[in-house]
């Protein structure tokens, strides 16, 4: 079974753009999974992204903010809701509280903090 079989074609990564994040990401992407990609440092989260995109051929998708402001968690949750719907699983009423692990609205992912 593939990595994206065992775990979804998507993985939420807070703080991505630097450091351990940076590095899930690069070892994700090269696993084959698509990224939602959350940090603060734009320039630095941007120029990951389309590197990995790039390189490895997935699908990247990035939100800068702080994931604890409620704007950025919103924009987090719909991105990850309309992952989730593009792969055929169902969209609940209640997708957009789905931005933790543990929560409803994803039924299958990797999610990284």
């Not at 990224?35 to 995109?53: F, G, H, I, R, S």
Request: hydrophobic content about 40%; aromatic content about 4%; glycine content about 10%.
């Amino acid at each position: 079974m593939s990595f994206p079989q065992r775990y979804g074609p998507w993985a939420l990564v807070v703080g991505a753009a630097l450091g351990l994040g940076a590095e899930f990401c690069r070892q994700l992407a090269e696993r084959g999974l698509n990224l939602v990609m959350v940090a603060l440092e734009k320039d630095e989260l941007d120029a990951l992204a389309t590197d990995l995109a790039d390189r490895y051929g997935i699908r990247t998708q990035t939100v800068t903010g702080d994931i604890t402001a409620p704007e950025v968690l919103e924009s987090v949750a719909l991105l990850v809701g309309d992952a989730d719907h593009s792969h055929g699983r169902s969209r609940r009423r209640d997708h957009h509280r789905a931005a933790a692990p543990g929560s409803q609205g994803i039924e299958r992912g990797l999610h990284l903090r």
